[in-house]
């Protein structure tokens, strides 16, 4: 009876899938215990195993705080704008410099953390 009573862990509050190709990709707003909210994306891609003869869902998840949602979009927005224009967004160009030079970990060092996993 007393769980019943207990509030979930992380609420959901919103959710919405966007399917595109061989991947989906959820987007869900929750809320922690403090009703701090906050947004998970999370990318689903259905994959054949061929030596077990079945196919399989890989996920991959990224959560993102509201106090991020600003830097966030700005790299997105910036990295969108290079893909379709080829050209380098310089209003945000040194900010974005100086923030990844703060930064002191490599993709080289994440894939040998999943490695290790």
Not at 7 to 18: D, K, T, V
Not at 24 to 37: I, L, P, Q, S
Not at 51 to 79: A, P, R, V
Not at 93 to 99: G, H, L, V
Request: hydrophobic residues 30%; proline residues 2%; glycine residues 4%.
């Amino acid at each position: 009876m007393e769980d019943q009573d207990r509030p979930m862990r992380h609420e959901e509050l919103f959710s919405r899938a966007i399917r595109a190709g061989k991947r989906t990709y959820f987007f869900d707003v929750k809320e922690t215990r403090n009703a701090e909210r906050y947004l998970t994306i999370t990318e689903s891609k259905r994959r054949f195993i061929n030596d077990q003869g079945k196919f399989i869902y890989e996920k991959h998840k990224l959560f993102l705080y509201k106090e991020d949602f600003e830097k966030f979009m700005t790299g997105l927005t910036d990295s969108i704008s290079f893909i379709e224009t080829g050209i380098t967004p310089e209003e945000n160009k040194e900010a974005s410099i100086d923030d990844a030079s703060s930064v002191d970990v490599s993709f080289e060092d994440l894939d040998k953390l999943d490695e290790e996993l």
